[in-house]
């Protein structure tokens, strides 16, 4: 009896140990790849290389438009919707700088420590709302109208997410997997997005002094970032405006149907689409900067931070920024602007609107290109 017991147990020890074995097996050599991706994911931290707008310019060279540098006011999207895992971490941070400053990095017990952060994080939740107030003042904008660009932040989000949707996963497809609702950020709202953990523009283009006041009081206002930016601008002003045309920003739908997309795998860019729009992106209204967009707008690049190197902040350009093309056009920039302003100046037409209606075409004899 004594040896059918040893037996059974050798039995199932052996079992025990070949489905252990099995599994380890499965773990390192047909899942290895998968665990390591999952590993990197935690160690590394993908972030943004913003991409040059491509030029236009005239048939000599001259710059017609052109992007140039600029301070830009943007909140983080958490701190916009008072996220309590934000908040809390943010509230962390400020407590273990508090308690360094004052007691040499320890509070006296745990209690205290509790109560401490509890407090912290109504101080940042109130902080938080007073933002829009604060940027309304110094921005000299209405409150209703920073409260109006954050909610086109929040539909520009949603219209990401409802996108995700339906790029997994086909609703009119029958014989789509419903397991794929497990993956879909729209069907299980705790999955979030990475335009979800980024701040986004609210106010384009601030002048320098409102920049240094919010970097000087960053503390007071936790959320709000001041971001170094490009901005359209046009040397030669209203020259051929009705030709070279202006910018807009991103709309919903335009969002939808051209979104920004993470790579899954940063060394196989191919998998995403770094071209793609992301809220608070400029885009073509008329014109050339509309008819040229996809040539005009170039490609983000992609820097990966390495969370565990020594330093804790080395960092690898997995993809570089691509600057978008410069479109050169047949007009003359001197001969437009002269021939704009004799035109102006004359009243040469008046229609039956009390308004001027004219049209004047320099064009280039041996080929019919137009100059102006």
Not at 60 to 68: E, P, S, V
Not at 188 to 204: C, G, Q, R, S, Y
Request: proline share 4%; charged share 25%; with cysteine.
């Amino acid at each position: 009896m004594m040896n059918r017991r040893l037996l059974v147990l050798f039995f199932l020890f052996g079992a025990g140990f070949i489905l252990l074995a099995l599994r380890l097996g499965q773990l390192q050599i047909s899942q290895a790849a998968a665990w390591q991706e999952e590993m990197r994911s935690f160690v590394h931290r993908t972030h943004l290389i913003e991409t040059t707008r491509g030029a236009i310019v005239d048939r000599n060279g001259a710059i017609l438009a052109h992007d140039i540098s600029c301070w830009n006011l943007a909140i983080d999207y958490r701190a916009m919707n008072l996220d309590n895992r934000w908040i809390t971490a943010t509230a962390l941070r400020r407590l273990k700088e508090e308690t360094a400053a004052q007691n040499g990095g320890k509070l006296a017990d745990r209690a205290a420590r509790i109560e401490r952060l509890a407090e912290i994080k109504a101080e940042i939740a109130r902080q938080i709302d007073a933002i829009p107030q604060a940027v309304a003042t110094v921005c000299h904008l209405a409150p209703e109208d920073v409260y109006q660009r954050f909610n086109n932040i929040r539909a520009r989000i949603q219209a990401l997410r409802e996108d995700r949707w339906s790029r997994p996963y086909n609703k009119d497809d029958k014989s789509a997997d419903d397991d794929d609702d497990a993956s879909d950020p729209s069907v299980n709202p705790d999955i979030v997005l990475k335009e979800e953990v980024v701040a986004h523009t609210i106010v384009a283009d601030i002048p320098d002094a409102v920049a240094f006041y919010f970097l000087q009081h960053k503390a007071e206002y936790p959320g709000l970032v001041v971001i170094d930016s490009r901005r359209r601008e046009y040397p030669f002003k209203d020259v051929a405006e009705q030709v070279i045309g202006n910018m807009r920003s991103i709309d919903a739908d335009t969002l939808k149907d051209d979104p920004f997309r993470w790579p899954a795998n940063v060394n196989a860019p191919a998998g995403g689409n770094l071209a793609g729009y992301l809220p608070g992106d400029d885009m073509g209204e008329n014109g050339v900067e509309k008819l040229m967009e996809p040539q005009l707008r170039g490609t983000r690049g992609m820097k990966v931070v390495d969370l565990g190197a020594a330093s804790g902040d080395a960092s690898d350009v997995a993809d570089p920024p691509v600057p978008g093309a410069t479109v050169r056009l047949t007009l003359d920039a001197r001969l437009q602007s002269e021939l704009q302003s004799a035109i102006i100046s004359k009243d040469l037409l008046r229609g039956a609107d009390g308004k001027d209606h004219f049209v004047a075409v320099v064009v280039m004899g041996m080929d019919g290109q137009v100059l102006a």
